[in-house]
């Protein structure tokens, strides 16, 4: 098939993947209403362990006017949102009920409440609350300790999703920016398995990982045989890839909100775990699931990639291409078995990250620039270098919140990507080569 | 369908506010990545810089509008460039990509957090900066103008636009046709070469961050005036994306080509923007294909997709020359 055919046939193939988990184009009909009264209105937000939008939902607010007369109530709905509409212009007080606020998510401000707004005729007043950060409680675990293993828990999810990043890269030269929608894609898809049912099956989130894996190494597959491998063919240059691979991101990331829709989503499984209390720090079930399944997988991928004829063959090409093909390797059939290990680990990078926070469209696009810091910092091509760089970023983009604000701290990782550029650009693994 | 507005739509977009804003963006990212060969992804950090230079100098610090236009479009992204470019531009062309793509990425963290609210407004962002500027307009707010298609401070935004467009290809074709420009391209056909005949790439390649820095901010800059806010989620990373297609649609290399696709990629978005919110509002498309929110979506598919088309099919453009901007050869 000629490449215009394989880029669309792949395209189409995803929308209608996703147009089976599509729960957001009926839901989001009629929800635009006219806002064109006088009104007051909010989104009550706070911010997770992993700086992360949460919109409390379910909190009550009530709105009284001068004389004290209780104009209206609002409840925030499932983004937080809240609105009142009011009477007419005039000053008004809107107070929110502490009470109806979940366990451990305190008023920034409880001075700020009742607040005191002066409305005018026709205006959408809006009103912040600003919350605090939603904390674990703590007994005796040690902050740091604490925020070290919370560290440990992304880095691995990080790693997971970044070994395909860095073995793309070092088998075809290609940086590849849709990575991140692969990651979204996983969760996403084991959503549709989990939540939303394929025929009105749904399955528990385990079976739907499994599946979602699958699918995304698949994916992972038909995106190299369908894009580009005819690219390779055709002899594009590693600048033209890396531009459409940029394209490709956005497309799939406005194609998955398009079906998705803007909300965040929960699986229906595991979401509220009793913590265990391991005296210096706590740990839901599931974060420890993930922590011990993670490192168990990337043992079997190193394994894999030290032991096995595919796995030499796959450090034989991204080591050398031309001696590895002059030796008898098929070189296209290695890169595409690297297609569909990075699509699978990344895919289920995707589902483990979706168990620790809220799902979302763009989930993958953010977690991307922690990829490109953990595989920079361990030295782009090299797997195992993904993999402790990634470590590395997860615990630091942690532990800094020890001194920078929790919702700096992604910043404070990106920095130190350009940090190590400028030290020691090859990275902690990678050879020290002249790369300019 | 309403033709009509249909066709106001187009013109706007093809002449108007969006085209300016993104039309000296894409000015800017053809010196980087047209002649000099620097895959800069974070044109819209440089806007940003732009944007927030002029708004926090105003608005946080109550400084002249003078001061705040010169900070704006030479100060704040002349250090901008100097950051970016500093630790990326000896490195392989990629790192500078991924580097342009995170600072855009931190600088919308930062300008959103609330711990810097003082100075930045953070997710609100900053206002009341742009009083000066509508002071001079010839325009009465209340009256529309050129045939109806701009309203007063609309019209005053474009045609100062429009003379910083000229200004800004003026200045550009200049620059290409001198000695300097000669030395640029040189770098990005074969950057040994140029260091072997003594010229230092390096310092070249940052010479031309910074400058086309600069022409990002102006539009930035230019955008929040029009818009008289500077907002962080005015400069999410995929507005870099728009610059690059409007780059590679007319033509990565060539003096016209950036603005010559603004306008087309915008009359282009405009006119899908207004067909399909009118077929879903008289319901020729059904609700449960596409609502209203879903439209505004589009744009940003077509974004992606032209990115991919153009880049794999015709990444010279529509003026271009293959043998100059052949991406192939790279």
């Known amino acids: 098939m000629s490449l215009p055919r394989t880029l669309f046939a792949f395209v189409a193939a995803v929308i209608a993947l996703l147009a089976l988990a599509s729960p957001a184009a009926a839901e989001l009909v009629g929800q635009e209403d006219d806002s064109s009264g006088t009104e007051v209105r909010g989104t009550l937000r706070t911010t ?26 609002g409840v925030t709905d499932s983004e937080g949102n809240w609105s009142v509409e009011l009477p007419g212009a005039g000053t008004y007080s809107v107070l929110l009920d502490v009470s109806t606020l979940p366990e451990g998510v305190p008023l920034r401000n409880p001075d700020n409440n009742p607040l005191t707004i002066e409305v005018g005729e026709g205006d959408s007043r809006p009103t912040l609350f600003p919350l605090g950060e939603a904390t674990a409680s703590t007994g005796t675990t040690i902050e740091a300790v604490q925020l070290f293993v919370d560290g440990l828990k992304l880095g691995l999810i990080i790693a997971m999703s970044a070994i395909g990043l860095s073995l793309i890269y070092g088998t075809t030269g290609l940086t590849n920016f849709a990575h991140g929608e692969m990651v979204t894609f996983g969760a996403l898809m084991a959503y549709l398995f989990n939540v939303t049912g394929v025929f009105g099956l749904s399955t528990s989130l385990i079976v739907a990982g499994l599946l979602s894996v699958i699918v995304s190494a698949i994916a992972g597959g038909l995106f190299n045989g369908l894009v580009w491998a005819p690219l390779r063919h055709r002899g594009a240059s590693l600048i033209a890839a890396l531009i459409v691979s940029i394209g490709f991101s956005i497309l799939l990331r406005y194609v998955m909100l398009y079906q998705f829709g803007g909300r965040s989503r929960f699986y229906s499984d595991y979401q509220l775990q009793e913590k265990y209390d391991f005296r210096w720090f706590t740990l839901a079930p599931k974060d420890l699931f993930i922590i011990l399944f993670s490192t168990a997988v990337l043992i079997v991928v190193g394994i894999g990639l030290q032991k096995t004829r595919a796995g030499k063959a796959m450090r034989a090409v991204a080591d050398n291409r031309d001696l590895a093909e002059s030796s008898g390797i098929d070189v296209e059939q290695v890169i595409r078995w690297v297609w569909i290990v990075g699509g699978g680990l990344a895919g289920l990078g995707g589902v483990l990250f979706g168990l620790t926070e809220a799902l979302s469209w763009e989930m993958g696009f953010r977690i991307l620039l922690l990829m490109f810091a953990g595989v920079t910092l361990g030295g782009l091509g090299s797997a195992y270098g993904a993999l402790v760089g990634s470590v590395i970023v997860g615990i630091f983009i942690q532990m800094s919140t020890l001194v920078i604000p929790s919702d700096m701290k992604n910043v404070g990782a990106l920095l130190t990507l350009i940090l190590i550029l400028l030290i020691r650009p090859q990275g902690l693994l990678g050879r020290p080569e002249r790369v300019g | 369908m309403d033709w009509g507005a249909i066709l106001d739509n187009i013109l706007r977009g093809a002449f108007g506010e969006q085209f300016i804003y993104f039309g000296l963006a894409a000015i800017g990212l053809n010196i980087h990545f047209g002649y000099t060969g620097l895959l800069n992804f974070g044109q819209a950090v440089f806007m940003a810089a732009g944007a927030y230079g002029l708004a926090m100098m ?60 003082e100075w930045t407004g953070s997710s609100d962002g900053l206002t009341a900066f742009a009083d000066r500027f509508y002071e001079f307009s010839p325009f009465d707010p209340g009256q529309r103008y050129l045939f109806g298609l701009f309203i007063g401070n609309q019209m005053w935004v474009v045609i100062v636009g429009w ?168």
């Open chain 1, 48 to 73: 997770s362990e992993e700086g992360e939008d949460v919109f409390v939902e379910d909190v009550t607010l009530v709105v009284t006017d001068e004389a004290g007369t209780e104009v209206g109530i």
């Open chain 2, 163 to 330: 003379v910083v467009l000229a200004l800004g290809v003026t200045i550009s074709w200049l620059l290409v046709r001198s000695p300097w420009g000669r030395v640029v391209k040189a770098v990005r056909e074969d950057e040994d070469a140029a260091r072997s005949l003594g010229k230092n790439a390096y310092s070249y390649k940052m010479q031309a961050l910074i400058i086309g820095g600069m022409f990002g901010a102006a539009g930035g800059m230019l955008r929040a005036i029009g818009t008289q806010s500077a907002q962080p989620d005015n400069f999410i990373t995929d507005v870099t994306f728009f610059v690059w297609v409007a780059l590679i649609l007319g033509g990565a290399g060539t003096v016209i080509g950036p603005i010559l696709g603004a306008g087309i990629l915008y009359a282009v978005l405009n006119f899908t923007d207004i067909v399909l919110r009118q077929a879903v509002n008289a319901d020729y498309i059904p609700a449960a294909i596409m609502s209203g929110t879903q439209v505004g979506q589009v744009r940003f598919m077509l974004i992606g997709l032209a990115l991919v088309l153009l880049a794999a099919f015709r990444p010279q453009g529509i003026l271009g020359s293959k043998e100059e901007m052949a991406l192939d050869d790279r």
């Open chain 2, 58 to 117: 105003v608005a946080t610090w109550g400084l002249s509008f003078w001061i705040g236009v010169f900070v704006g479009v030479f100060v704040f992204p002349f250090i901008l460039a100097i950051i970016l470019g500093a630790p990326t531009l000896r490195l392989r062309a990629d790192y500078l990509a991924i580097v342009t793509i995170a600072a855009a990425e931190i600088f919308r963290l930062i300008v959103r957090s609330p711990t810097f609210d």
